[in-house]
């Protein structure tokens, strides 16, 4: 038995579906059920007796407490969070309360059931923190990518809630022994990503016939890589990563944005061509960039390709087919996440941004 916190979300709906998938042992799901989160994400596994689903707050340490007496996991794999930068800069509150203080208790409930377990589970036991390449901060046109022994420089209140978290969980290790693995990943994009985030956002707004609105300049630069592949990265750092360590996991797909934009319209124009023969990139608008934007992020993912023999199965050019793909043929779970609080975050997020955006040309 593992269990797994934000499994309902982008990531940890990925990643319980192909755990399950593969075989492996049954997996306790616990979800608060953010706008985030999402049950329909795992209809595959619905019915699956492999599959226990516990909707609560990873900060109830009696929830927690219990669920870990009752079940006595192996391991916990720790996705949940509130995980948009965008979101956090307008209401940083619920960043703190989940990624700082729902981590402490995450750990304390933890570190109390960890005291208790016998020598050799003691030994088998692991926690692993997801967390993100955020936590560096921003890098130049020529800095070397992330490396583990980057500085800390977060620069979001996403992105210090989620650096305070990584503190956290290396000194439970330090100071308690808890058995913890970090991972410090880059940006992710596939199947039941969120449409408030770039990639997408850009699929579902060029296929209602809106706009694709590009921050700023539409030139930072991001590494993404396809969610199977960060999936299979845990897993690994799982298996075999060193205790106390933390892996980068990226792509090697350094892009900026706007070639991003581009290419998701480029897949669209022959997978759904627009009526007319206008090509998507014609909705391109670049509006008011994000306050504190980082420039830059780029993964030096070269310890854990060493160390443990991980590397991503997908390149950009056929992760992000699959994902356009993907949202073609799915376009029900599209409609569904795209309900009333969806459409007031798009509001809030975007109506300043568009009045304010300087006229440019776009296509
Ligand atoms: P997401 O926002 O899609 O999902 C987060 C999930 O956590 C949701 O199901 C939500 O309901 C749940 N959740 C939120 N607060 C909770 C709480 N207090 N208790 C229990 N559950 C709660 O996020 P994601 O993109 O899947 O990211 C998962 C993890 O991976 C996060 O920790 C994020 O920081 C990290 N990460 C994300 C990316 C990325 O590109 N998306 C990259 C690197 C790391
Ligand atoms: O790097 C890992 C991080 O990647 C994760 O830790 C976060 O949880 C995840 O949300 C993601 O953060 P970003 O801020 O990089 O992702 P987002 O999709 O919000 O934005 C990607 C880039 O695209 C960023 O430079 C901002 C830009 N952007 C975003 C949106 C939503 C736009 O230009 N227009 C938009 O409408």
Redesign the pocket.
């Known amino acids: 038995m593992i269990l797994v916190t934000g499994g309902a979300g982008f990531i940890g709906s990925n990643f319980v579906l192909d755990w399950l998938a593969a075989g492996q042992e049954p997996v306790v799901n616990l979800d608060k059920l953010t706008y985030a989160g999402n049950l329909q994400n795992l209809a595959e596994v619905q019915g699956n007796p492999g599959h226990h689903f516990v909707q609560g707050d990873i900060g109830d340490f009696d929830l927690v407490r219990g669920l870990l007496e009752k079940h006595r996991p192996r391991a916990l794999i720790n996705f949940a969070a509130e995980?948009?930068?965008?979101r956090s800069i307008h209401g940083p509150e619920e960043f703190i309360q989940t990624n700082v203080v729902g981590t402490f208790q995450l750990l304390e409930a933890v570190r109390a059931y960890f005291a208790a377990l016998d020598a050799q589970e003691k030994s088998r036991f692991r926690f692993l923190h997801v967390s993100?390449?955020?936590v560096y901060g921003s890098l130049a046109k020529d800095d070397p990518a992330f490396k583990e022994s980057s500085r800390y420089e977060p620069n979001s209140p996403?992105s210090a809630s989620?650096a305070a978290s990584d503190h956290l969980v290396r000194a439970y290790h330090h100071t308690y022994g808890l058995p913890v693995v970090t991972t410090n990943?880059?940006?992710n994009y596939g199947p039941y990503h969120f449409p408030?985030?770039?990639?997408p956002?850009m699929i579902v707004n060029a296929l209602a016939g809106k706009p694709l609105?590009?921050?700023g300049d539409?030139q930072?630069v991001?590494d993404w890589l396809y969610v199977k592949d960060h999936c299979s990265a845990i897993r690994r750092v799982l298996e075999s990563g060193r205790l106390g360590e933390t892996y980068n996991v990226g792509g090697w797909n350094e892009k900026p944005?706007i070639e991003i934009v581009h290419s998701i319209c480029a897949i669209l124009d022959q997978l759904r061509p627009a009526a007319g023969g206008k090509s998507y990139r014609e909705q391109i608008a670049y509006v008011a960039d994000?306050p504190g934007?980082d420039r830059r992020?780029a993964i030096d993912a070269s310890k854990i390709e060493q160390e443990l023999g991980w590397r991503p199965a997908e390149t950009f050019e056929s992760g992000i087919r699959k994902t356009v793909q993907w949202y073609l043929d799915h376009t029900a779970w599209v409609e569904n996440v795209q309900s009333g609080a969806y459409r007031q975050w798009i509001e809030s997020n975007y109506q300043d941004r568009e009045a304010s955006a300087p006229h440019r040309s776009h296509a």
């Open positions: 995980s948009h930068v965008d993100t390449d955020e996403y989620k990943c880059s940006n408030e985030k770039l990639i956002l609105p590009v921050y539409g930072q991001r944005n994000r934007h992020y």
